[in-house]
């Protein structure tokens, strides 16, 4: 189940929230964005470097990435590409076409708590600010319910926390 932040901006009054985490289907999410990576949606050579490295896992939960410089703030997948720390394909549960199948679900991913705790990072996937072209931030959890108007720009804490599937 995903969580999300609901705004309300104190100076233009525009309305509006994110949803963080992912929802009910998180093997459905991870095949899309496997399917966007291959296609080319994070550009061309992001997807070479996913299939060029076997092993490779991603986050497919929503987080929050922040300008630095601008503070203009986007909601998306985390597209880096994780890898097992021991690298040893035949003692991983993890096959050559690079998922784990669940027993509940046909559909092949390899959990979130699991990369947590079995990978390492092996290349991280930068978003540019589309404003300021700087690069951007993945927010931390103290971050995520303070956010600026994407009217006005400004600086508003979250009215709300709801949950989402
Ligand atoms: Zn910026
Ligand atoms: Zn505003």
Request: hydrophobic content about 30%; some cysteine.
């Given at each position: 189940?995903?969580?999300?932040?609901?705004?309300?901006?104190?100076?233009?009054?525009?309305?509006?929230?994110?949803?963080?985490?992912?929802?009910?289907?998180?093997?459905?999410?991870y095949q899309e964005v496997i399917r966007k990576i291959v296609a080319g949606y994070y550009g061309k050579r992001w997807s070479l470097i996913?299939?060029?490295?076997?092993?490779?896992?991603?986050?497919?939960?929503?987080?929050?990435?922040?300008?630095?410089?601008?503070?203009?703030?986007?909601?998306?997948?985390?597209?880096?590409?994780?890898?097992?720390?021991?690298?040893?394909?035949?003692?991983?549960?993890?096959?050559?076409?690079?998922?784990?199948?669940?027993?509940?679900?046909?559909?092949?991913?390899?959990?979130?708590?699991?990369?947590?705790?079995?990978?390492?990072?092996?290349?991280?996937?930068?978003?540019?600010?589309?404003?300021?072209?700087?690069?951007?931030?993945?927010a931390k959890d103290f971050e995520e319910n303070g956010l600026s108007c994407p009217r006005c720009g400004e600086f508003n804490e979250a009215?709300?926390?709801?949950?989402?599937?």
């Open positions: 189940m995903g969580y999300g932040y609901e705004f309300e901006c104190e100076k233009c009054h525009y309305k509006f929230d994110v949803s963080l985490g992912s929802g009910a289907s998180y093997p459905d999410v996913y299939e060029r490295t076997p092993d490779a896992a991603i986050r497919a939960n929503n987080y929050i990435y922040i300008c630095d410089y601008c503070h203009h703030w986007i909601c998306d997948k985390d597209v880096s590409l994780y890898v097992p720390k021991n690298r040893d394909l035949d003692s991983l549960p993890v096959l050559r076409n690079k998922y784990i199948v669940s027993d509940d679900n046909e559909i092949p991913y390899v959990p979130e708590d699991y990369i947590r705790s079995n990978y390492t990072t092996y290349r991280r996937f930068f978003y540019y600010c589309a404003k300021c072209g700087r690069r951007m931030h993945k009215v709300s926390r709801f949950f989402w599937n």
